[in-house]
């Protein structure tokens, strides 16, 4: 997602996307050669109609044959009733596998996503993302199913036309040929032209989704800040590149449609001069002039569409790859092989380092052991590792040095399905999705719970008294990400999910954050009942919440500093004590202002 596309890749690479496009196109071959035989019988009905002319000159109006005369009109319905019926069937099915492939493409990429390390989503924005699977695979479309169409209808009616031209004269017909380089070098030209600005755009599509995503969704921030003029002008800069890269894809394939059917005009000209010597000299019947006039006109169209296709094409291709490069992108690996239907919770950390770049070490030599049951928390100033060591745990990093054992197994052992069934989490951004309150609580469980089930993980979270005032209750929309509730209620939504969901372990990131001090004392008493069969880490700011840990472990840059219970570690009279102290005078002069 992160690769540079400023320089235009080889022809050879191009052939290896759209071979790989092509894998998608042929899953839904009933409907492409459908469509495919009928772009074939439109196309050669309009070459046949071309050469009918000269029958209808020749043998109509100057042999005057009126019994062919009076069938003509007939035939000639027949025949458009025949070709409307193909041009239905080609472009129905066409679409029909077009419409298929993107469909594809987005449930593999979106399935894709799922399986995506933390790391990737740590480099990448939404709106590069979101560009992918909206304009890039939309770009794909015409790549695939749409150039088919083109080529066919195109190809053969070029055939068409030249046997017309070449059964009524193919003296006349050789100086066409002449024409045929010039039309390759400019379409050459033009492709690859197209093919570096296509790329260009891509990425531009991707910072005018990611300035809009932004906007929307610190929309609170830009108008408390009065961001609204920058944010504007910043989104005017990306939609005006946009458009002068998009405006450059259209004067090269203009460019390129009128430089091709430029050099075949100049061809039908001299070929008109040669052709009225012709009928000077009685070579050619008057019919016969007619329909090869009519076939190398007609031939201008196929001709242009042929040159709008490859520019298409090489847009495509150019979506295809950022498709084809995010689905390359490595899933988060799952060799484990050991299953556990519940873990007793016993975890130890052995010589544990990590870092997010080579720049920086957020945690180092880290060495602690949890008992079963046992509450843990892990205090220390911001940016000190806390929450990166709790996300080791569920795998969601795993490049990490050292060991970290679950239950006396390595939790690189167990599947991933089987580690994270073993965690509840809480966090302090609490994520919601726009659906039901009972089916934000029951996530992770989906339709494996009853109401009775939700009703009393609500209760347990002190969340129910204020969900029955709401207009629908439980089946209230909370709106996204829950911007129709309070922050408070926002948390407590999450801790009954985690209740819900019965884990062996749970983890507390600062869950009472938002709560202000009644409810923080309801969920307290919530999760004392909760954390008594459970093994419990709790990240915490306020040290007044973790006084009654089992174990209190203090980070400092990427280091553990002091270990012990709240009475050990005030009396050592070290970094924690600091802190608390600290926190208690800010607390005191709060109380008294």
Do not use: C
């Not at 759209?18 to 439109?42: C, K, N």
């Not at 009905?45 to 109006?61: P, S």
């Not at 992918?132 to 695939?144: D, G, K, P, R």
């Amino acid at each position: 997602m992160s690769k540079s596309h400023s320089a235009p890749k080889s022809l050879e690479n191009a052939f290896v996307v759209y071979s790989r496009l092509f894998t998608y196109v042929r899953r839904y071959w009933p409907s492409l050669v459908i469509g495919i035989i009928a772009s074939m019988v439109y196309s050669g009905i309009d070459a046949w109609f071309v050469y009918f002319l000269k029958v209808l000159v020749n043998k109509g109006l100057v042999a005057k044959n009126h019994e062919f005369l009076s069938t003509a009109p007939i035939l000639v319905l027949v025949v458009f009733i025949m070709r409307g019926l193909a041009s239905f069937l080609s472009n129905y099915n066409i679409a029909s596998v077009s419409r298929s492939v993107i469909m594809k493409l987005r449930q593999d990429i979106f399935k894709h996503l799922q399986r995506l390390p933390a790391r990737f989503y740590d480099h990448s924005t939404s709106g590069q993302v979101l560009s992918v699977i909206l304009y890039s695979v939309e770009q794909v479309a015409n790549a695939s199913a749409d150039v088919i169409t083109t080529a066919v209808q195109s190809f053969f009616l070029v055939v068409g036309l030249l046997i017309v031209m070449f059964q009524t004269s193919w003296k006349l017909s050789l100086l066409y040929f002449f024409i045929i380089p010039l039309i390759t070098v400019v379409m050459r030209y033009t492709s690859l032209r197209v093919r570096r600005l296509s790329l260009s755009i891509q990425e531009s599509m991707a910072a005018l989704s990611h300035s809009a995503e932004e906007n929307l969704e610190g929309y609170k921030v830009v108008r408390a800040f009065g961001g609204q003029t920058f944010e504007a002008e910043k989104f005017d800069k990306a939609a005006r590149v946009n458009r002068q890269r998009e405006m450059k894809v259209i004067a090269a394939r203009s460019w390129s449609v009128s430089s091709v059917q430029l050099i075949a005009a100049i061809a039908l000209s001299v070929t008109l001069y040669v052709a009225t010597l012709d009928i000077a000299d009685s070579i050619l019947s008057p019919g016969g002039f007619i329909s090869l006039v009519a076939a190398m006109l007609a031939l201008l169209k196929p001709m242009k569409d042929l040159t709008s296709m490859q520019n298409k094409l090489y847009r495509g291709i150019a979506g295809a790859e950022t498709v084809f490069e995010l689905l390359d992108e490595k899933p988060e690996e799952d060799k484990g092989t050991y299953t556990v239907p519940r873990v007793k919770g016993k975890m130890e950390f052995r010589d544990v380092g990590f870092s997010y770049d080579a720049k920086k070490t957020v945690l180092k030599e880290i060495n602690f052991k949890i008992e079963p049951g046992q509450v843990v928390a892990l205090v220390g100033r911001s940016g000190s590792g806390k929450s990166t060591l709790v996300s080791l745990l569920p795998r969601f990093y795993t490049d990490y040095s050292g060991e970290i054992l679950l239950d006396d197994v390595s939790i690189g052992d167990y599947t991933l399905a089987s580690l994270r069934n073993q965690f509840s989490l809480v966090s302090q951004n609490v994520t919601l999705f726009n659906d039901t309150i009972a089916n934000n609580i029951a996530y992770g469980r989906f339709n494996d719970v009853s109401e009775t089930e939700i009703i009393a993980a609500a209760k347990a979270a002190h969340a129910y008294d204020f969900i029955e005032q709401l207009p629908n209750g439980l089946q209230t929309l909370v709106g996204e990400n829950g911007v129709l509730l309070s922050g408070g209620q926002r948390q407590r939504i999450a801790i009954a999910r985690a209740i819900l969901k019965n884990a062996p372990i749970l983890i507390l990131d600062e869950a009472t954050s938002a709560l202000d001090t009644e409810s923080e004392r309801y969920i307290q008493s919530a999760l004392e009942d909760l954390i008594r069969t459970r093994t419990t880490l709790v990240i915490a700011h306020r040290l007044s919440t973790v006084e009654h840990a089992d174990k209190i472990i203090v980070l400092d840059d990427a280091h553990i500093v002091e270990t012990g219970n709240h009475a050990e570690l005030l009396a050592l009279n070290g970094y924690y004590a600091k802190l608390y102290r600290m926190q208690f005078k800010d607390e005191s002069v709060d109380i008294e202002n």
